[in-house]
């Protein structure tokens, strides 16, 4: 796992002991199984996620009382190499309608060996959320409260 | 250095949380820290560095504040927020043998 960062993007990267055609097929379709569950926007107790397998397809959340929060558009769908979609999520931690506003993220899939599948993702295009970072900073708390998070998951994955 | 990077120290995590309250000049963040003026220009050096933090004159004072932008803050977020996530998919994809 390792992080780096450019002007407007930030990539982050991943090996998985796992074939490529499953590693895509968890990132997409199983995207419910490893989401961070405290980052849903959606009003309502989470029931699933989905991830719909075509261009012009949304990620979305649906709750139990059946609310919906269409937060992604699938914008490439390449199986199982590559994904791009959309991050309709304003700085103010709402859906954001105006797609001139809207982040991209990329991931691409490439076969390592038959069992190992390393994972790329580049988040771009960061600067059209425009200015209003400090109300997103105050909704998801300080920077600490991600480094203990992350410390939890890596204890986890290495296990 | 990165926004991540730059704030993964402990001095420079606690001068970012006092500027996020507004602006400062050096002797006044230094007051309330327990490191001298000289490291406290040091440390907003590296935050300015970083693209976290600038500066302005303020008649003979010198005025420090988060970048107004954000940008830099905002891929420090989404840099944590991603690696945690691949960890966590990384966990998933390995379980589900």
Known sequence: MSAQITDTAVQA??????????????????????????????????????????????VYDRATNGNECHWARVLVYEPPTRIVFSWDISLQWQLEPDQERTSEIEVRFIAESPDRTRVE???????????GWESMRDAVGSPEGWTVGLMRFAEQAAS | MTPVAALGDGTRLAIFELLAQGPSAVGELASQLPVSRPAVSQHLKVLKEAGLVIDRAEGTRRLYQLDPSGLAELKAYFDRFWNYALVSFKTAVEREK
């Open chain 1, 13 to 58: 990267s991943v090996v998985v002991d796992a074939p490529i055609d499953k590693a895509f097929t968890v990132f997409t379709t199983d995207i419910g199984t490893w989401w961070p569950p405290e980052h849903h926007i959606l009003e309502g107790e989470l029931a699933e996620m989905i991830f719909e397998p075509r261009v012009g397809g949304h």
């Open chain 1, 121 to 131: 993702l580049e988040h771009r295009k960061l600067d059209r959320h425009g200015d």
